[in-house]
């Protein structure tokens, strides 16, 4: 509840969701994700707190040429975020 964790809460606010809009709020789900840090560093994408992306299968096309060189882009699910924080309770 934003009552019992209220040290939690105003660190975090709604920023992975309302919950019911009064007294309750969301934190981030990490289920089948990695967190990932939030800004930007050289040469890597800038994250943003709360956001969320990746998957966890991609289909190569079946019209590729052989001998040819192909890129591909590869992230697993994450969620981005900037601290965890225990509150005791």
Do not use: C
Not at 33 to 49: D, Q, Y
């Amino acid at each position: 509840s934003r009552t019992t964790y209220s040290a939690l809460f105003s660190a975090i606010s709604t920023t992975y969701g309302t919950g019911n809009g009064s007294s309750t709020f969301n934190i981030p789900d990490m289920m089948g994700r990695v967190p990932v840090g939030t800004g930007a560093g050289s040469g890597l994408t800038s994250r943003t707190i709360g956001a969320t992306g990746g998957t966890e299968n991609t289909a190569a096309g079946s019209n590729l040429s052989s001998g040819s060189n192909y890129s591909y882009a590869i992230m697993q699910p994450f969620s981005v975020v900037s601290f965890f924080i225990a509150t005791g309770k």
